[in-house]
């Protein structure tokens, strides 16, 4: 009887780390991912628009990914930290992949969607779905991200229209050299 026990607990405590082990392999990152980016200055693509005489800014797909890079924080709570991310825009969907590591062992892939949108000064995205792998996870664990594209209260420079094409944003700005 004690053996049949023993046997059992044993096949349980295997089956348990079995588990285990395929959960952590399933979750692992897929892709090896880093944080570096290229500085992106704004003010000098709006500077570069002036000079073309055009009324737009195009910030490419690298653009994108060097921006969120630039204005993320890493620690994203107290048990999450970002190792490696890749961005890019598809459809007015701003697509995250982010290699994090949770509690300092475990290291997941995860997927998240935001809507891409504007709202003054800042293109502001909003959370859409959040997952590790093919796990879902609720949206609730994102925040809204807001990312200044210019100084509101000093530019004589404002965006009166933002949208998606292809893996771009296309940002039409336009001129107030006189305020009444």
């Known amino acids: 009887m004690k053996k049949k ?15 285990v082990f395929a959960l952590k392999q399933y979750i692992s990152p897929s892709q090896q991912l880093t944080m570096d980016y ?12 002036v000079t073309k005489l055009k009324s737009e800014v195009v910030l490419t797909e690298q653009d994108i990914d060097s921006l969120l890079k630039q204005n993320m924080d ?3 709570n107290s048990y999450t930290y ?22 300092n062992k475990v290291e997941a892939e ?6 891409v949108n504007w709202d003054g ?27 200044p594209i210019y100084d509101k209260a000093d530019s004589i420079v404002s ?18 050299l006189f305020s009444w």
Request: one cysteine or more; proline letters at 2%; hydrophobic letters at 50%.
């Open 110 to 115: 995860i997927h998240a969607t935001y809507n």
């Open 38 to 49: 290229t500085a992106i200055d704004i003010e000098e693509k709006v500077m570069n628009m």
């Open 82 to 103: 970002i190792n490696g991310a890749k961005f890019y825009v598809e459809n007015d969907i701003l697509y995250a992949v982010l290699n994090v590591t949770l509690y």
């Open 121 to 147: 000064s800042e293109l502001k995205l909003l959370p859409n779905s959040l997952s590790v792998k093919d796990i879902s996870l609720p949206t609730s664990w994102l925040e809204t991200i807001a990312i």
């Open 5 to 19: 026990i023993l046997v059992t607990f044993i096949c349980f405590i295997v089956i348990v780390v079995g588990a």
């Open 159 to 176: 965006i009166s229209s933002l949208t998606n094409v292809g893996r771009e944003i296309v940002i039409k700005l336009k001129l107030s």
């Open 74 to 76: 890493r620690q994203l």
